[in-house]
């Protein structure tokens, strides 16, 4: 593992008094599910271009940003895709990136190959794990993936890293009416008691080909409404500011679930979220029509402090509120797919 990188913190506001301080990557825009939710299979066939890989920053790259980008004052970066264990030899990244001082690394990942690598990224310094994991019922879970793999697949994976030492793994559910949101309660007391977390997702208008309609949204409310029913819940505190889940505890003490309501209740006032696809390209919002390529000047010979500058200006620059101005006139502009963003 290389040695710690110590670096001043500079932080930076966007336009609305919001910090840097969350940075999502991107290590592919590739992933071996096709979920109907982000890469519905007519839009992400077998025809489908994806980013050759010239295009694709090194990890080498990938570390510069990050580096830079902690000075600035991020304080946590989430590995996604696509499907981030898809790119070979992730753990190198991993190690990379955990050699920077005080830097929260995560990874989210659909939990198909989990069992091949979760040693592996324990060992490299990985931090934290979010897995996906839409239905406990195989067939359900295949037509939500329309992949080979199956939910079993996954809580293999799941029990894998918990003998790496992955204590606290975070679950993240994408809710669809009348396909999974009968398994709301099944699977919160599947992993009642056991330190992880679910969370419940409603299902979001990122990208244009996933089918979105309001009426296919099951509500945060109804969602805790349901779990409460079933199982007892009391409302949290936030662990800190800009927390995107909404909290709620089993009212005996087992644990917790979590509530993301980006559709019903946005929370894009405290977000503090920049985003880097794998390509080199900035966004600033999830659901950003135009990204800032950062590639060219990555490649250029620029100096960290040039770099800083360009982040910086993006930043401050920012003042990005789509979900809490959502309309029939903002659902139509352009935006990129969540495969190729990160989530």
């Not at 991993?94 to 190959?113: E, F």
């Not at 946005?266 to 919002?285: E, H, M, N, Q, V």
Request: net charge neutral.
């Amino acid at each position: 593992m290389p040695a710690t990188t110590h670096l001043p913190i500079l932080p930076v506001l966007d336009r609305l008094a919001r910090p840097l301080r969350d940075l999502r990557v991107s290590v592919t825009d590739r992933c071996n599910f096709r979920c109907t939710y982000c890469m519905p299979r007519e839009h992400f066939g077998a025809q489908h271009r994806f980013l050759p890989r010239a295009e694709i920053l090194s990890f080498e790259e990938i570390t510069r940003v990050v580096t830079v980008a902690r000075g600035l004052g991020v304080q946590k970066v989430r590995l996604t895709g696509g499907e981030p264990l898809l790119r070979a030899q992730l753990t190198e990244l991993c190690a990379m990136l955990s050699g920077i001082d005080g830097l929260d690394l995560a990874l989210t990942t659909n939990g198909s190959l989990l069992d091949r690598h979760a040693r592996a990224l324990a060992d490299a310094g990985l931090g934290r794990l979010t897995v996906s994991l839409d239905s406990l019922d195989d067939e359900t879970f295949r037509r939500m993936a329309d992949a080979e793999y199956s939910a079993t697949d996954v809580l293999r994976g799941i029990e894998a890293a918990e003998r790496a030492g992955f204590g606290r793994i975070k679950l993240n559910c994408v809710v669809r009416r009348g396909v999974n949101d009968g398994e709301i309660v099944a699977l919160a007391r599947r992993f009642k008691g056991t330190g992880h977390v679910v969370r419940f997702i409603e299902f979001m208008d990122v990208g244009l080909t996933n089918g979105w309609r309001t009426d296919a949204v099951v509500t945060g409310r109804e969602i805790v409404e349901r779990l409460d029913r079933e199982l007892g819940l009391v409302p949290l505190s936030p662990a800190y500011s800009g927390e995107v889940a909404r909290r709620y505890g089993y009212r005996d003490g087992s644990g917790e679930v979590g509530v993301i309501t980006s559709v019903s209740q946005p929370f894009c006032g405290d977000c503090a979220r920049l985003r880097l696809a794998a390509d080199g390209k900035l966004y600033t919002c999830l659901f950003s029509a135009d990204g800032h390529d950062l590639r060219p000047t990555l490649r250029s010979g620029a100096s960290d402090e040039a770099l800083a500058d360009y982040i910086q200006g993006l930043w401050r620059a920012r003042e990005d509120r789509y979900s809490e101005l959502r309309s029939a006139r903002t659902r139509g502009l352009p935006r990129p797919e969540m495969s190729y963003v990160g989530g």
